[in-house]
């Protein structure tokens, strides 16, 4: 490889560092990982802009000379299919190194990354979210896995809005309906729930429902895990439009749907939210 070539793949790998560093600059990177692994990104693009910049500082060619005492007057059987002494090479044509170049190495690498960067939506549509589980059902519990909890215990851990209804994990409204201790507890209970509005295709037959969901991560996205709520509004509501980020107010049930118990918000209101830095963690 020569110096150029070094110098060249080292300004690649700067351009790998500089989007690395963009991504954690922007706040793209909380739509892809969970925030205790953003300064992980950080790191290791300023690890590759080091890498980089020194490739193209300090090039280190691959020594091709000859020893002095080299005899040149030799014949060369070469590629071109006859024997030649020394002055004849030229004539020959040589072809040293294979592959497509480095520039074009450079450009099948920097063009579909700035395209990528330009035009992905750092959201999954929602053809993605039912991948991930959107409608989805709770699986079930086994009681005598897990301690037991009671109505006080509720009102002694979870805080109230102003009406009164529990600020609620929407993941503890989704796995009440697989445990059915729990859903005795919960079954009518004021509630407020706070995520992401999606479309809702479970038993809508009459189109007066939508789903709230929130996005679990433990890692990074392809870990994800989407759970949700479905959403039943009374006659002449506003609702809310989908990917809007909202605050669901009122009465948590749970109603049976091809022999599968599914939880359910009869609203009361639903109000506009900020949405948080990154839905991973943020007020879950």
Not at 140 to 164: C, H, M
Not at 187 to 213: S, W, Y
Not at 227 to 248: C, H, I, M, N, Y
Request: glycine letters at 8%.
């Amino acid at each position: 490889m020569t110096p150029l070539h070094t110098r060249l793949f080292g300004l690649l790998a700067i351009s790998w560092g500089s989007v690395l560093i963009y991504f954690y600059h922007s706040t793209r990177v909380k739509d892809y990982l969970a925030v205790d692994f953003h300064h992980f990104i950080l790191v290791g693009g300023i690890g590759i802009i080091i890498l980089g910049v020194y490739s193209v500082i300090n090039p280190k060619p691959k020594n091709h000379s000859h020893p002095a005492d080299h005899d040149h007057d030799h014949d060369h059987d070469h590629d071109c299919g006859h024997s030649h002494d020394k002055e004849d090479c030229e004539s020959c044509e040589h072809h040293h190194e294979d592959g497509h170049g480095p520039f074009v190495t450079i450009l099948l690498t920097l063009i579909p990354l700035t395209l990528a960067m330009s035009y992905t939506r750092d959201k999954l549509s929602n053809q993605g979210l039912t991948k991930k589980g959107l409608y989805e059902a709770p699986s079930l519990t086994n009681a005598a896995d897990i301690p037991p909890f009671t109505r006080e215990d509720l009102e002694k851990r979870v805080s109230k809005n102003q009406y009164g209804e529990f600020e609620l994990r929407m993941i503890t409204a989704y796995y009440a309906a697989g445990d059915r201790e729990i859903q005795d507890i919960f079954d009518g209970l004021p509630v407020e729930l706070e995520g992401r509005i999606a479309p809702e295709k479970i038993n809508n037959e009459t189109g007066d429902r939508m789903r709230i969901f929130r996005s679990i991560i433990t890692c990074c996205a392809a870990d994800l895990q989407v759970v949700g709520v479905s959403l039943q509004f009374p006659e002449g509501a506003t609702r809310p439009k989908p990917e809007d980020w909202v605050k669901a107010g009122g009465t948590l049930t749970f109603e049976t749907v091809n022999g599968t118990v599914l939880p359910l918000l009869k609203i009361r209101e639903v109000i506009q939210a900020e949405e948080p830095y990154s839905e991973f963690r943020n007020r879950q």
